[in-house]
């Protein structure tokens, strides 16, 4: 008997210490340390007390619960769609599933749904995203909620049938103008709808500012007229607009921004604000039908293909102010035949000039240091020229295909040469023949100093010197 009590009372007292060490783990209120009243950042509980991650996806086959035509992505405690399986021609985005509100509509989420004809977002709906509704070539109406606040560029790209845009009355982010869609203010143009109107279109003396890729794609406008008070045109706004011929930006534009009318074919003239500082990246991009421009005065920057395959322009005057010239702005200027680089120039970028294969003169009025990789390659019809003294950089296949280059005057205060840089030239009677050309030497001199750099290299690429 006393043995069974000594073994109880041992038992009584281990109890008692387990006891006393699981409570000094915890605080003040019985929890472990590091417990929460609320779920860790990258997780969501649903109404009904379900946890998902962010980034799990809801709807669809119903791997996570109900299935529906809509995919969802649990983001920040909300859903956003994402896909869109279903084949109706009308579609009413749900306001919630499986406990959780749906606050927008993600990127390329009805992308391709080319049956959709006709989409309603409801209230709660904040944002839709970039290219949402890409290639919805049927879709002709969306209503938008008042909730709506941002709408990104290119949300509606391609919608080629687009006519109408529906803007709940108490919207206090946007609402139509003559069926065009604009922030609630009328200062900024945020969508063109393409089936909206006649092929003229007068903007709105408000307007300040016409958004990213607002016009983009539009396959019937021919006349546009920018009011005075227009401050800015943003990327890709006239992208595309194939049938724009004719385009007068007023003197109040101070910002263009990157690819503003890349691929407008038919734009035969335009002509820029004299408050412009900069020609941004792929601005004029592919409008081979514009035989003409002027560059204002304030420009003191051309962008990155600014110009690029623009096959019509001949003659090109650059403003004296002009500091810098990116990579491949005159690129692939077919019809370009002379240039002259005013004094600020001190760098050709890479592929400034390439293949600009009517170009036979360019002249240097200021202390150009660099020529970079393949800014003249393949213009085949450049004359013989002597590069300024202040060079000191050529850079790989500079000149590469240019065959009508028999000589080049190269300074002694070139320190570098890259590879190819001269492959090519001298090849005219090859080209001139219609034989397939060698690239390489023969016919080409250098004429440089003796003993410096540009001789050693000939010397070692087997090209004639001339001193």
Do not use: H
Request: proline share 3%.
């Amino acid at each position: 008997m006393k043995i069974l009590k000594m073994y109880a009372a041992l038992a009584l007292c281990l109890a008692l210490i387990l006891s006393f060490a699981a409570c000094s783990k915890k605080g003040d209120n019985g929890k472990n340390p590091g417990d929460s009243d609320t779920p860790a950042a990258d997780t969501t509980v649903t109404t009904e007390g379900i946890v998902y991650k962010d980034g799990e996806t809801l709807g669809g086959n119903g791997e996570n619960g109900e299935k529906s035509d809509f995919v969802f992505t649990v983001t920040g405690g909300k859903l956003a769609v994402t896909d869109y399986t279903g084949a109706d021609k009308k579609v009413s985005v749900p306001a919630t599933f499986q406990g959780m509100a749906v606050a927008g509509i993600g990127e390329l989420a009805f992308d391709g749904c080319e049956n959709i004809e006709a989409v309603t977002l409801p209230e709660g709906i904040i944002y839709i995203d970039p290219q949402a509704f890409r290639y919805c070539k049927s879709l002709n109406e969306i209503s938008l909620p008042a909730s709506l606040t941002d709408i990104a560029d290119d949300a509606f790209l391609y919608c080629a049938k687009m006519k109408t845009v529906k803007v709940a009355k108490d919207s206090q982010s946007f609402c139509t103008v003559d069926g065009v869609l604009f922030s609630k203010d009328e200062k900024v143009l945020e969508f063109f709808p393409n089936c909206v109107g006649g092929r003229d279109y007068p903007m709105p003396e408000k307007t300040e500012k016409i958004g990213g890729g607002a016009f983009r794609s539009s396959d019937r406008l021919e006349q546009i007229t920018l009011n005075e008070g227009l401050v800015e045109i943003g990327a890709d706004a006239f992208n595309s607009c194939m049938k724009l011929t004719k385009i007068v930006i007023p003197d109040t534009v101070t910002t263009i921004g990157d690819s503003a009318f890349w691929g407008c074919k038919g734009l035969t003239e335009i002509v820029l604000p004299s408050s412009l500082t900069k020609i941004s990246d792929k601005m004029l991009y592919g409008c081979s039908a514009m035989s003409d421009i002027t560059i204002p005065e304030s420009v003191t920057a051309i962008g990155a293909e600014a110009f690029s395959n623009c096959k019509s322009i001949k003659t090109l005057s650059l403003p004296t102010g002009l500091t810098s010239i990116a990579s491949g702005a005159f690129s692939y200027c077919s019809a370009l035949e002379t240039m002259t680089l005013p004094a600020g120039i001190t760098v050709i970028d890479t592929r400034v000039f390439k293949d600009c294969n009517a170009l036979m003169s360019i002249s240097f009025l200021g202390e150009v240091t660099t020529i970079g990789e393949l800014a003249f390659d393949n213009c085949q019809l450049l004359q013989n020229f002597t590069l300024p003294q202040s060079v000191t950089t050529i850079g790989k296949r500079a000149f590469c295909g240019c065959f009508c280059i028999r000589k080049l005057t190269v300074g002694e205060n070139v320190t570098e040469i890259g590879i190819a840089a001269f492959l090519g030239c001298g090849n005219i009677d090859d080209a001139m023949e219609n034989e397939n050309i060698a690239l390489d030497y023969e016919g080409f001199t250098l004429k440089c100093t003796e003993g410096s750099y540009a001789d050693t290299y000939a010397q070692e690429n087997g090209i004639t010197v001339e001193y």
